[in-house]
């Protein structure tokens, strides 16, 4: 179906929770991206990170930890999450070299935050 | 009080009939410009780019059109299907950045 996989597809959670969200990535790309869709807004870009390295972090709140250990998987590690986080959380991969920045997004994570 | 969620446009058409899904871009200066395709359940898909050195590009049932003037694209489906309802959004990006801006997406609904 996709070459970016997301796990878990739905997450319901506290705001003391611990948890993290998983993408990976089978197109041998190199870059990787996570974007936050919610209902009150137009798709939010979050971080970017090219060859494991983060190059862009969108002004996100550090409740928000990123981690990319290789350029096929990436990470989203949540902590005291507030209501308003509730939203899609898209992983996207691109092959950052090209140029045109053709980005193939996964499924996605529903989160939900009570 | 309860939130108010984003209003998207909605474009309801009949099958077989074609449809025009418009966007207004913000940068004058982007010059990659993407269509993705968004069904319930699912992340965005991509359908059709177009550099800003075209004005037209066409696809399999899909033309995308590119007025750099007036900062609008459009997509135009041709014999539109009931696969064809989702949300459609415009992306714009320059050449070599990563950083693609999203537009607020349109909701395509097509009736048998």
């Known amino acids: 179906e996709t070459g970016v996989t997301q796990t878990p597809r739905h997450l319901v959670m506290g705001m003391t929770n611990k948890k993290s969200l998983k993408c990976e990535q089978h197109l041998g790309h190199n870059a990787m991206y996570w974007y936050k869709q919610s209902a009150k807004k137009p798709l939010e870009l979050m971080f970017v990170y090219n060859f494991k390295e983060q190059t862009e972090n969108n002004s996100v709140p550090s409740r928000f930890s990123p981690e990319c250990p290789n350029s096929s998987h990436l990470f989203l590690h949540l902590h005291t999450l507030q209501p308003e986080d509730s939203a899609l959380y898209l992983c996207?991969?691109?092959?950052?070299?090209?140029?045109?920045?053709?980005?193939?997004f996964g499924p996605g994570t529903r989160l939900t935050v009570l | 009080g309860e939130s108010v969620g984003l209003h998207l446009p909605t474009l309801s058409v009949q099958e077989g009939d074609n449809s025009i899904i418009n966007c207004a871009y913000s940068n004058s200066a982007s010059d990659y410009f993407i269509w993705y395709k968004q069904e319930s359940g699912k992340g965005p898909q991509f359908i059709i780019d177009?550099?800003?050195?075209?004005d037209k590009r066409q696809g399999q049932r899909v033309t995308v059109l590119l007025n750099k003037t007036v900062k609008h694209l459009s997509l135009q489906i041709a014999a539109t299907q009931p696969g064809d309802s989702a949300v459609y959004f415009c992306?714009?990006?320059?050449?070599?950045?990563?950083?693609?801006?999203f537009g607020t997406g349109t909701r395509l609904l097509v009736s048998p």
């Open positions: 992306a714009e990006t320059i050449t070599g950045f990563q950083k693609l801006v």
């Open positions: 177009i550099r800003s050195n075209m």
């Open positions: 996207a991969s691109s092959q950052a070299t090209d140029g045109h920045n053709e980005q193939f």
